[in-house]
């Protein structure tokens, strides 16, 4: 082979390294953590001139999808059930799955409710409670873990008696029924309230983990998919700088 034949070689496979690096690093997450990993792929970027592609929705919807192929590198699940049912299917690169949160549900009431965050003391009568809103809790874990926490209290029935209880269609959307003033209190991801980009007001009360069950929540990386670029992503996402910022935004550490 004469050294002109070589160069070229030298050549594409540097293109070809270059091109791999320019398409984007996909990741499909619940919308819980959708605002911390948005932070995080932005630093991420901007430190390794990777880009990220975020997707973001209900757990069980992105769980769908990925069944049906679509073309996410990475999943972050607000729960651990997805990620090992995708496991189980043989959907998911070997040794992936590892929890990387753990979740905490609030009980918030923005500046414009006149209704206490305190579930404790909520009467499914008072009429200035029109809507309280939980996420929907067949496909988001932690609409599953509202109706675990309304139910302790004994209000779930007489609120949903009363048609009192609004489903958004994941957390995201819970979130925004209670921000427009639509419902007066909102049991949604204590990220939503703890943002350190942009403060929401109003008042929160932290419900005790022990109320609802655990929110575990795993990411996977999807099979044929651990690129370079992932593992690059995932060891940033693993660092000390990355687990700092995670906390900032009310999340406990996972592995």
Known sequence: MNKFVSRLLVVGLLLTSSIAYADSIKIAVASNFLATLTALSKDFTNKTGLPVEISSGATGMLYAQIQKGAPYDMFFAADAKRPKLLEKEGLIAANSRFTYVTGKLVSWA??????????????????????????????????????????????????????????????????????????????????????????????????????????????????????????????????????????????????
């Open 110 to 255: 923005p500046k414009s409710s006149n209704v206490s965050a305190d579930l404790a003391s909520l009467n499914p009568k008072d009429t200035n409670l029109h809507f309280i809103a939980i996420a929907n809790p067949k496909t988001a874990p932690y609409g599953a873990a509202a109706v675990a926490v309304l139910k302790h209290y004994g209000v779930y029935d007489k609120l949903q008696s009363a048609g009192k209880i609004a489903i958004g269609g994941n957390i995201g959307k819970t979130f925004q029924y209670a921000a427009s003033g639509n419902a007066q209190i909102g049991l949604v991801a204590k990220s939503y309230v703890s943002n350190p980009e942009k403060p929401v007001g109003g008042t929160y009360v932290e419900i005790p983990s022990n109320l609802y069950p655990k929110l575990t929540q795993q990411a996977v990386v999807l099979k044929g998919k651990d690129s370079d670029a992932v593992k690059k992503f995932l060891a940033y996402f693993k660092s000390d700088a990355a687990k700092k910022q995670i906390e900032a935004y009310g999340y406990g550490l996972g592995d």
